[in-house]
């Protein structure tokens, strides 16, 4: 079946959203193929075409966001956070906690101590290219008054922040950056942190201030990225990396 074809019987993948994040914890794959009336195969193969992510992983972003906020809001064990997004072994949620946040459960406690001590100070983590590209960054007016916002500019290997950014940039009160690009991770995504965020909202932000750029980039261009906190796809990805652990590489 040709891709156009696809994307035209494209179930409203949306109307997931409301029972995933009621269920996050017990659904299945299955189940959500059930609710929009496509086999698991079938439906899978849309979800994907349509995201950019399985929906595999879209369940595993729910519950490993709700394992972030469990973990920095609450002193429960991590066994007992693990069980309550619905992982049934500690070694499997640790594994996969770290695959997608960066660091362990335990870290990312610690974490949230040391940032809130000495919070991060620019930096870049990028190899020189040949190639770059030309960001504009464009905020809303009243997100950053005074033009000093934190932004994470980051490249992943999808156009989801799933684990830490192969490369990326740390940057405050600017507008305009160029970028080396970086092969094998050609997905840019943003974050903007207001300069007197607490550690909460960088590490679990309840309404996170993001851009994403769907299409990959492999040569050298000029693109803008538009910060919000009001998603046009309500199936987009929480934020998960922890990109403040970036500092101490």
């Not at 940032?115 to 007016?141: G, K, M, W, Y």
């Amino acid at each position: 079946m040709r891709t156009a074809h696809l994307a035209q019987h494209t179930p409203n993948l949306a109307s997931l959203v409301p029972l995933a994040q009621e269920h996050y914890a017990t659904l299945t794959v299955g189940d959500l193929a059930d609710h929009v009336g496509y086999s698991p195969f079938h439906f899978t193969r849309l979800f994907r075409l349509r995201t950019g992510v399985t929906p595999g992983q879209f369940l595993t972003a729910l519950r490993i966001d709700a394992a972030k906020r469990l973990l920095l809001h609450d002193d429960d064990a991590v066994i007992d956070v693990a069980a309550a997004v619905g992982f049934d072994s500690l070694s499997s949620f640790s594994r996969r906690f770290r695959s997608v946040v960066g660091v362990a459960p335990g870290q990312l406690r610690r974490l949230a101590h040391t940032i809130a001590d000495r919070p991060p100070r620019p930096f870049a983590l990028c190899r020189p290219t040949a190639q770059s590209v030309r960001l504009d960054l464009e905020l809303p007016e009243d997100f950053s008054p005074r033009g000093d916002a934190y932004l994470w500019i980051g490249w992943y290997p999808q156009p989801a922040p799933l684990g830490l950014p192969a490369a990326g940039v740390l940057v405050q009160s600017v507008r305009h950056l160029r970028l080396p690009l970086c092969p094998g991770a050609p997905f840019l995504l943003g974050f903007a942190v207001a300069a007197d965020a607490d550690p909460s909202d960088q590490l679990t932000p309840t309404q996170p201030m993001v851009a994403v750029h769907t299409t990959p980039i492999t040569a050298s261009t000029s693109v803008r990225l538009r910060f919000s906190d009001d998603p046009a796809d309500p199936l987009r990805l929480p934020l998960l990396s922890a990109l403040p652990v970036l500092c101490q590489r």
